[in-house]
C-alpha cells in the first residue's frame, strides 16, 4: 500500500513517465521539507527509469511509483483503492494526448481517443478522489489545462476543444466544491518543450492527410507547421517551470483557480474577453498567420512589449 506518512501531504500525479508529471513528481518529492509524499503514476510501469534516475534517493521514500491507466475504470479504482485509506490530499491531473492537423484527415476514433484522455480522463480520476475530499472537507485537485483550454488555436481544434470542455466541467464544478472546502485550480501552460511537441511533430511528418484538400494541406503544412515551431522557439517553457508553477499553486493558501504559465498569453486571453462577439480574436489570429506569417519573429517581440508589467502579475511565475 502506498502510504502518507506523518504530516506529509500525499499527491497523486497522473501521466509521470515524461515532461511535466515527472518533473511535478520529481520537485515535490524532493522538497527540502519532505512535506510531500508523492504518488507518481503511469500507465505503463517499464517506462519508469527517467523518473527514477530523476527522483534519485527519494525514490521509495518520498516517492511511490503505482500503474494508472486514466482510460481505464478498473486501472483508477484499483490505483485508488491501494493507496493508504484512500487518502490523498492533492490530485495533480496531468496525463494528456495532443492531436494536430486538418480535421477532415482525422477519424472520429482518433478523436474520441483525445477526449477519452484529456477530458473523460480528468473527469474519470476526479469522480473517484472527489467523494473522500468532500467527506473530509479537505483536498486540492490540480488540472493541468493550457493556454488552449482559453483560447482556440488553428489546425489544434480536437485538442482544443479537450482543453476547453474540461476548463468548462471545472469551472462549474469549482462552485459547488468551494461549499466542501476543497480547491480546484486550472494550470494553463502555453507551449513547453517535452515529449509532447516531439510526439505530434513526429505524427504530423508520418500524416498523409487523406480527405483534406491540396490548399488545406498546404496551409498546414506550410504555414502553420513553421509558424509554430516559430512560436515553441520564442515562447516555448521548459517542464520545471511549469513543475515550479504547480508547487506554488498547491503551497498558495488560496490558489487562484486560473493560473496562465507563461506571461506571453496574457494579451491573448485578454483579447478574446475585450470583444464578446469574438470578432477580433478570430481576425487577428487569421492575420497572424495568413498575412503576417512572415513576420512571425517581429510578432512575436510585439507581443513580449505587450506583456507589461500589469498582465505580468496575472500569471503564475515559476520564479
Ligand atoms: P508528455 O511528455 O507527452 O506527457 C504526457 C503524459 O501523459 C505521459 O506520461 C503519457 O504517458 C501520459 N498519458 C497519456 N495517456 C495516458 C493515459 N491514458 N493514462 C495515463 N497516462 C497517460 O507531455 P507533457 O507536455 O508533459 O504533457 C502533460 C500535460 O500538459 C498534458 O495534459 C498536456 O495537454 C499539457 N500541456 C502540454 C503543453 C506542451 O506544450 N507540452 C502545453 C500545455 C499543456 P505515456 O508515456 O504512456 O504515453
Redesign the pocket.
Known sequence: MASGGGEQKVVLI????????LRIAVLLARDEHKRYHVIAT???LK?KDQLVEAAGDAYGKTLTLLA????SDDSVRQCIDSVKDRHIDVLVN?????LLGPVESISMDEMKKVFE??FF?TVRMIKEVMPDMKKRRDGHIIV?S??MGLQGVVFNDVYTASKFAIEGFCESMAVQLLKFNVKLSMIE????H????T?MMEEVAKMEYPGADADTVRYFKDVYIPSSIDIFEALGQR?DDIAKCTKKVIESSRPRFRNLTNNLYTPIVAMKYADETGGLSVHTFYNLLFNFGSLMHITMSILKCLTCNCLRRRTISPD
Open positions: 497522473t501521466g509521470c513517465s515524461s515532461g511535466i508529471g503511469m500507465r505503463n517506462k494508472l491507466d486514466v482510460c496531468n496525463a494528456g494526448v495532443g484522455t484529456n480522463g493541468m493550457s493556454v501552460p502555453g507551449p513547453v517535452t515529449e509532447f511537441e510526439k517542464p
